[in-house]
Every structure is written in structure tokens, then in C-alpha cells.
């Protein structure tokens, strides 16, 4: 059996994320065409299929329904590259608008403030399931992890021209890039490290050259979270491990050695792990995890 993927599960994962209050900004009202033969999304106008007829309809409920507008003003830009017509885009803007609907779930991010462009970039989540941001690079303490990107492909609209393709985000700043997740997952990034590997009993290699993150929720709860990606495409997922579910771990006698966790079976997937073996990049990330456990395993 394999690992269970990351779900909006209200008992182990920190959501629904608390109202607060909206705030919309002025640069989300504009309107009118981006400028030909500048732009990616004027020589294919919007086909009526199902999924066209679909998007358009969730872009409208991103304006008309929804209960909160989260403004991220960027301290620098970030960067949107993606891929259409066989051609390669990048586009950059200064702001980004996270909208939710009524009920707390995501709905579409809006991108403004581009050089030259008036009609903002729309990028809508499909899935009910919570939309992971996933770094691409694993995090040194030097050398920050910048670009996320999506697992799945995304639905992008501007203007009347929808379609759907592979996007990622580079951040020119950490704590923009950090915001931008914390937003998405509606939790607090309380630890980030790059791992070279992490493994349970049993079970072989779970991931390799990848990031753990740390999140904890509006309701205090924290969990791991690591992507397992896995030779076989049917186990490529999200892992979150509640830390609440960690019964022990050995940090190791030397640096270079991995981290040993000794999980208590509350879940069909912890008892399967039993054991995690995790590996860091760099020692100095090994010691501050092991700290992190000790203040916070009761």
C-alpha cells in the first residue's frame, strides 16, 4: 500500500484557515487587452469547449463570490514561465491577489503590476484537494529555494483566452517565496531544510534531493511535509507526518549521519513507515531539526 498524498483532512492537516479581513486593490480592477504581439494569449482566442466554458466560469466566481482577497504586495517581482503554442514565456509581475471563496478554499491567484500589461494573469486551481507549492531546488543555508511550481497543470486565463499548462514561480526574494507558501497551504512555515534523503523500514528510498518543510496551522498543529518521489509514478505524492505522531528519534552521532524517528502508529501510513531515516544536505540543517524535535516532542 502506498503513501497517503497530501488531502484537506480537518484532523491532521491545519485547515480551515480563520477569516480576515479583505482587502482588495485597485490594481485588481482594471480592465482592457493586453498589447498585441507582446503577449502569449492574443493569436488563440477562447474556444467554447467544456473545459474553456468551465474555466471562464470559475474566473467569474473568483470575482462575484468570493468571501476574501489576500494582497501580496512582492517585495521584488516574480517571475511566471510556462510554455504555449510551443513557444516559452516569462512574464513578470509585482503583485499577487489570493482568492478564496466563501467557505476558506482557494478559487485563483491574480497576478498584476507586469510592465506594459493592463489585464492581470488569472491562474486557477482545479482540484478541491489543497494545491501544494512545490520548491524545485532543495534549500541550502546559503543558497535559498526560490521556484515553486505546480505538480499538475494549471489553468491560466487573461482576457477571453483560457488554456492550461506547466507554471512555475521564481521569486527574487525568500520571504516573498515563503509568503506566497504560507498563503497557499494557510499555515505558518516554521522549518525549511533540504534533504538528500529520506527513507522508512521497510520500504526502500522515499525521496532524494528534496525539501522538509515544517508548517504549522491556525489551530497549532504542525506537520512534515516532503515530496516522495518515487521511481514509480503510481507513489510520486506529498507525505505530510504529523509531528504530534513522533514518538522518538536519534539525531545521530556524527555529522553526516541521519536522523532517526520512531513514529507512533495512529495512522494506516505511520504504521507502514514505522521507522524515517532522514538525511540532510548540511549538518548545521540536521541540528536545528533536532532541536526543533526536542521543543517540541512531549
Not at 535559498?144 to 526574494?173: D, G, H, K, N, W
Not at 533540504?194 to 525521496?207: L, P, T, V
Not at 505530510?240 to 549521519?257: A, E, H, M, Q, T
Request: aromatic share 8%; glycine share 6%; net charge positive.
Amino acid at each position: 500500500m502506498g503513501l497517503s498524498g497530501l488531502q484537506n483532512d480537518p484532523e491532521d492537516w491545519p485547515l480551515p484557515l480563520s477569516r480576515r479581513e479583505s482587502t482588495l486593490s485597485s490594481s485588481t480592477q482594471s480592465s482592457g487587452q493586453i498589447s498585441p504581439g507582446t503577449s502569449p494569449f492574443t493569436s488563440h482566442p477562447l474556444s467554447r469547449t467544456a473545459s474553456s466554458v468551465g474555466s471562464r466560469s470559475r474566473e467569474a466566481s473568483c470575482y462575484s463570490l468570493h468571501e476574501e482577497v489576500i494582497h501580496i504586495p512582492l517585495n521584488n517581482h516574480v517571475t511566471i514561465t510556462f510554455v504555449r503554442s510551443n513557444k516559452l514565456f516569462k512574464l513578470r509581475y509585482t503583485y499577487i491577489d489570493v482568492r478564496k471563496d466563501t467557505t476558506g478554499s482557494l478559487r485563483c491567484l491574480e497576478l498584476g503590476g507586469g510592465p506594459g500589461q493592463q489585464t492581470p494573469l488569472i491562474h486557477t486551481f482545479n482540484e478541491s484537494k489543497i494545491p501544494v507549492p512545490h520548491l524545485e531546488h532543495p534549500k541550502r543555508p546559503n543558497e535559498p529555494s526560490l521556484r515553486i511550481s505546480f505538480m499538475e497543470e494549471q489553468t491560466v486565463q487573461s482576457a477571453q483566452t483560457v488554456f492550461t499548462t506547466q507554471l512555475s514561480y521564481r521569486f527574487e526574494e525568500e520571504r516573498d517565496c515563503v509568503q506566497f507558501q504560507e498563503i497557499i497551504l494557510a499555515s505558518k512555515l516554521v522549518f525549511l531544510a533540504g534533504i538528500a534523503e529520506a527513507k522508512s523500514k521497510g520500504r526502500g528510498e522515499e525521496c532524494i534531493s528534496q525539501n522538509l518543510r515544517i508548517l504549522r496551522g491556525p489551530n497549532g498543529k504542525q506537520i512534515m511535509l516532503f515530496f516522495a518521489n518515487s521511481q514509480r509514478k503510481d507513489l510520486k505524492r506529498y507525505v505530510k507526518v504529523p509531528v504530534n505522531c513522533i514518538d522518538s528519534f536519534n539525531p545521530g552521532k556524527k555529522p553526516g549521519r541521519p536522523v532517526v524517528i520512531q513514529l507512533q502508529p495512529n495512522f494506516d501510513i505511520l504504521t507502514q513507515m514505522k521507522t524515517l531515516q532522514i538525511q540532510f544536505l548540511d549538518d548545521t540543517d540536521r541540528i536545528a531539526f533536532c532541536q526543533f524535535l526536542s521543543d517540541h516532542i512531549k
